[in-house]
């Protein structure tokens, strides 16, 4: 199994455009997350989806969009990229087992800069 | 609101004893897990606590006691591939289940 993938690893965009991050898993999983993670600070959730063709927002969903047609794909989107958007974004995903207790794999990340 | 609290950076030495504190205030409180993440590297899980008391792992362990809102991380017999950062994070039933995550905690190794 690869697990979670993430697509691409770096990416330089400049401000006001817009790029779809990929990400899979090959675990079958339900739940899936996109999070955030700034320098000093904890990972933020932007967006998570508990099946295909459920979306939720997570705490800091201004300015990306996801959608989920599959379980194996979760992308997400940034459509006018701004320079507050810079960050390293993490896919996650997790079974959803009978307590709760399943933790979340985590793809490599996509460093993302906005210039 | 939620809130969690970590050291920001510790420093121990190689085959020495270390523990590092979590501290979290929430009103949901559904579980707490420990992650370990390499510098520019994916975090991945180590520990999952619901229930008061010690979990043990091999050279990991952690403990929780939900009356105190604290949690510990303890890493025996350090190695210096320990060097990474320690991510504490509650399941909050208040936020749709969703993890809260601390800062995490930077731990250098030195020989």
């Known amino acids: 199994n690869a697990g979670v993938t993430q697509t691409p690893k770096f990416r330089i965009l400049k401000i006001g455009q817009s790029m779809t991050l990929q990400c899979t898993q090959d675990m079958n999983h339900n739940y899936m997350y996109w999070y955030r993670q700034d320098p000093g600070m904890g990972l933020k959730l932007i967006y998570y989806?508990?099946?295909?063709?459920?979306?939720d927002k997570g705490e800091v969903p201004n300015g990306y969009n996801v959608s989920r047609s599959t379980t194996e794909d979760f992308p997400l989107r940034l459509e006018l990229a701004a320079p507050s958007q810079t960050s390293v974004y993490f896919c996650?995903?997790?079974?959803?087992?009978?307590?709760?207790?399943?933790?979340?794999?985590f793809g490599d990340g996509t460093r993302l800069s906005i210039l | 609101g939620q809130n969690i609290d970590q050291p920001t950076e510790m420093t121990a030495t190689e085959g020495a004893i270390v523990q590092i504190n979590c501290t979290y205030q929430t009103s949901g409180f559904n579980g707490l897990f420990w992650y370990q993440q390499h510098a520019g590297e994916a975090p991945t899980f180590l520990s999952y606590n619901v229930l008061d008391g010690l979990e043990e792992k091999g050279r990991f362990s952690s403990f929780l006691s939900r009356s105190k809102g604290y949690s510990y991380l303890l890493l025996k017999e350090l190695q210096m591939k320990d060097s990474a950062s320690y991510l504490c994070a509650v399941r909050d039933r208040n936020s749709n289940y969703q993890l809260i995550w601390g800062a995490g905690t930077k731990l250098i190794i030195k020989p």
């Open positions: 989806s508990v099946g295909a063709g459920i979306t």
């Open positions: 996650a995903s997790r079974d959803q087992g009978a307590v709760g207790n399943q933790p979340q794999h």
